[in-house]
Nanobody, 120 residues
């Protein structure tokens, strides 16, 4: 089993910044890729950004390109999401998602999420 714990959410004014962190812990695993999703009330869960462990390739939703940056620390099994120029539409629960390799098989895990509220 692998646990994902997010932190860094909160209330911020429009135009402000937040940095989310996600820590993966467990036994005998390696991370293949990690992503951030978000889900706003009444809306479907959407992929915000993703990063691969090998090579660090990144991808972003069009709505956050140029404002959000995803990064990873393979040694610490961490992934971060730097969010700048936040907008009220960015308000959502942000969830960490990881694809890991354990004992020859691949598994997917979700974190519990952290609330981000952008409001004046």
């Amino acid at each position: 089993q692998v646990q994902l714990v997010e932190s860094g959410g909160g209330l911020v004014q429009p135009g402000g910044s937040l940095r989310l962190s996600c820590a993966a812990s467990g036994f005998d695993f390696s991370i293949l890729a990690m992503s951030w999703y978000r889900q706003a009330p009444g809306k479907e869960r959407e992929l915000v950004a993703g990063i691969t462990s090998a090579g660090g390739s990144t991808s972003y939703a069009d709505s956050v390109k140029g404002r959000f940056t995803i990064s990873g620390d393979n040694a610490r099994n961490m992934v971060y999401l730097q969010m700048n120029r936040l907008k009220p539409d960015d308000t959502a629960v942000y969830l960490c998602y990881a694809i890991v390799r354990r004992r020859g098989a691949s598994y997917a895990y979700w974190g519990q999420g952290t609330q981000v509220t952008v409001s004046s």
